[in-house]
C-alpha cells in the first residue's frame, strides 16, 4: 500500500513569504506527527493529530507556524513570515494510533529554503 | 524532559566487522524504545523497536535490548556489510507522561562501511 505522501518535495520562498507543506497519512492512520529536521540533527517534534485534533501543540516554536488536518486525513503546516532560520527538512509521519509504542511511519519530507 | 543521547559519529568500519552504536535515554515514564535507519536519499525507516524492559528487537541482523537498569538501547550487528552505510537514529516514545505519542531522537551516528 501506500506510504505517507508529502507535498512538495523541494520548497524555495523569498523571506517573508507564507508557505504550506501538505502530508498525505498511511489510510486508516489515525495519528498524524509533524517534525523538523536541520542539518545533522535528528528529528525534532513540532505538533501531532489524534484525529482532527492536535493533541499537543508544544513543539511549534512560535505563532508562525499553525497545522491544521480538518478531516482526520490529510494535514497542512503553515508558516507565516518565513525566515532563514525556518530553513529545513520538514517530516510527516503517521502512526495507527496516538499510543506510544506505535511505530510511526515517516514521508520523504519536505526541504524548506528561505533566501 | 526526555532525552536521547547517541554515541557522535561518523563511525568507519570495514565490511564484516562488528557494529555497536550506543545509544542512553532519560525519561519520566516508561518509554518505548526505537531505531530508525536513513539511508543516503531515502526517508526514515523503523528497523527495530522495544516496548518494555528485557525486549529484545531485531531486524536484518540488527538488534538492541531494552536496559532499564541502564537506561541503554544500544545497537548492535555481528557483519556488517556496505549496504548498511547510513545514519541511524534512537528515539524514544514515553508513554506515560504528557508527551504521549511523540518521538524524542537522538542526533542520529552516521555508519560508513568501506569494502
Known amino acids: 500500500g501506500a506510504g505517507v505522501s508529502q507535498t512538495p518535495s523541494n520548497k524555495v520562498t523569498e523571506k517573508g513569504k507564507y508557505v504550506e507543506l501538505r502530508c498525505d497519512p498511511i489510510s486508516g492512520h489515525t495519528a498524524l506527527y509533524w517534525y523538523r529536521q536541520s542539518l545533522g540533527q535528528g528529528p525534532e517534534f513540532l505538533i501531532y493529530f489524534q484525529g482532527t485534533g492536535a493533541a499537543d501543540d508544544s513543539g511549534l516554536p512560535n505563532d508562525r507556524f499553525f497545522a491544521v488536518r480538518p478531516e482526520g486525513s490529510v494535514s497542512t503546516l503553515k508558516i507565516q513570515r518565513t525566515e532563514r532560520g525556518d530553513s529545513a527538512v520538514y517530516l510527516c509521519a503517521s502512526s495507527l494510533k496516538g499510543a506510544g509504542h506505535y511505530e510511526q511511519y515517516f514521508g520523504p519530507g519536505t526541504r524548506l529554503t528561505v533566501t | 524532559g526526555d532525552s536521547v543521547t547517541q554515541m557522535e559519529g561518523p563511525v568507519t568500519l570495514s565490511e564484516e566487522a562488528f557494529l555497536t552504536i550506543n545509544c542512553t535515554y532519560t525519561a519520566t515514564g516508561y518509554p518505548s524504545l526505537f531505531w530508525y535507519v536513513q539511508y543516503p536519499g531515502e526517508g526514515l525507516q523503523l528497523l527495530l523497536k522495544?516496548?518494555?524492559?528485557?525486549d529484545k528487537g531485531s531486524n536484518k541482523g540488527f538488534e538492541a535490548t531494552y536496559r532499564k537498569e541502564t537506561t541503554s538501547f544500544h545497537l548492535e550487528k555481528g557483519s556488517v556489510q556496505v549496504s548498511d552505510s547510513a545514519v541511524y537514529f534512537c528515539?524514544?516514545?514515553?508513554?506515560?507522561?504528557?508527551?504521549?505519542?511523540?518521538?524524542?531522537f537522538g542526533a542520529g551516528t552516521q555508519v560508513v562501511v568501506t569494502p
Open positions: 528515539a524514544l516514545s514515553d508513554q506515560t507522561t504528557d508527551s504521549w505519542g511523540k518521538f524524542q
Open positions: 522495544a516496548t518494555k524492559a528485557d
